[in-house]
């Protein structure tokens, strides 16, 4: 199997080689919620610890223009870990990318409403992470399994209790990290994300 990824928000990050999935054990996402008192929504620019969930809402990118509708949806960054870019070895890499430094970040996203469109728009990309300098970096979305960490598809259709694990990896320049994880997946997050770190 052929192996390829791009950047979702950098341009094309040239990737390709082999790898075959491996079943890996599931981290355990329970921790405290965030949401607000009374069960409402988790407020815009709540910050968080790692595990800590937060109730948010989610109204996907391909939704009319003329639509406002958001879906609920219980949200969760379980660990943002460094990686080594020996993990790529079995990618082609330019140079530029051979001397980054890989991150991962652990998600859990979990549908306590209703049915939630998720077709072409998965909950997870609205993960954004954030470096060291305060800028917003795009996730690789890998074309194939990338074992070391496998950005999963949310479960198709996404129905009430339903609930999956994802990891994001990001290619970071300059000997930067990921610092922060934010959700900016509802109008009303855009500009006051909820944060981890």
Sequence with gaps: MTLAC??????????????????TPAPDTTGPSAASAGGGTTKPGTKLK???????????LNAP?????????DVTVIEIEKGSIDDFKSIDLDPAQKASTPYYVSVSVSNPGGEVPVEGDDPDIRFDGIDDRGQEQGSLTFIGTFDRCDDTEAPTPFA???????CLTYLIPGGGSIQQVNWSGSDEYVLKPVTWN
């Design 160 to 166: 009430n209790g339903e609930s999956y694990e994802s």
């Design 6 to 23: 791009v950047a979702t928000s950098l341009g094309l990050a040239g990737c390709g080689g082999g790898s075959s999935k491996e079943e």
């Design 65 to 73: 223009a003329t639509s406002k509708k958001t879906y609920e949806l």
């Design 50 to 60: 790692l595990g800590e969930t937060a109730h948010v809402t989610f109204r996907p």
